[in-house]
């Protein structure tokens, strides 16, 4: 998967262009944490709507109450679905002891639980912003169970 903005991530960082993600986020697990977490389309959306995005549980709950106006632009909603897919993980790696980041043989960013569990934040947040399906909040519930 092509994450654009990690590119110029690698570029402040001095990292090469074709060094792997997976090395990238070992050997700065922190600056990664902080990309990822950026969100900027959901943010904005959420922002406009009241909603403040701290990462915490209860910022997912207040976002799975936002209207879904954002369904109404096909062009948008991809892009909302990978925000949303990522700020779910940043509260999840932020707030669940041992979980972390971790990326797949394409790239594409996974939360991974200390148990060896992991989830596709981008497709579980493809679906919610698509359906409304599952929630933001009841995935984070499922998986910050211990």
């Given at each position: 998967?092509?994450?654009?903005?990690?590119?110029?991530?690698?570029?402040?960082?001095?990292?090469?262009?074709?060094?792997?993600?997976?090395?990238?986020?070992?050997?700065?697990?922190?600056?990664?944490?902080?990309?990822?977490?950026?969100?900027?389309?959901?943010r904005?959306?959420?922002?406009?709507?009241?909603?403040?995005?701290?990462?915490?549980?209860?910022?997912?709950?207040?976002?799975d109450?936002?209207?879904?106006?954002?369904?109404?632009?096909?062009e948008?909603?991809p892009?909302?679905?990978?925000?949303?897919?990522?700020?779910?993980?940043?509260?999840?790696?932020?707030?669940?002891?041992g979980?972390?980041?971790?990326?797949?043989?394409?790239?594409?960013p996974?939360?991974?639980?200390?148990s060896?569990?992991?989830?596709?934040v981008?497709?579980?947040?493809?679906a919610?912003?698509?359906?409304?399906?599952?929630?933001l909040?009841q995935?984070?519930?499922?998986?910050?169970?211990?």
């Amino acid at each position: 998967m092509n994450i654009p903005f990690l590119d110029n991530w690698r570029k402040r960082h001095g990292a090469a262009s074709d060094t792997p993600v997976s090395d990238t986020a070992s050997s700065d697990p922190e600056g990664v944490a902080q990309l990822l977490s950026e969100c900027e389309l959901l943010r904005g959306l959420a922002g406009r709507e009241g909603v403040q995005l701290d990462d915490s549980a209860e910022s997912l709950a207040e976002l799975d109450q936002m209207l879904p106006r954002w369904r109404e632009d096909p062009e948008v909603s991809p892009w909302l679905g990978s925000d949303a897919g990522l700020y779910l993980g940043t509260v999840i790696v932020r707030t669940v002891p041992g979980a972390a980041w971790w990326f797949g043989s394409g790239g594409e960013p996974v939360v991974q639980l200390p148990s060896g569990r992991r989830l596709d934040v981008l497709e579980e947040g493809a679906a919610w912003a698509e359906t409304g399906t599952p929630e933001l909040s009841q995935l984070y519930a499922e998986f910050s169970e211990r």
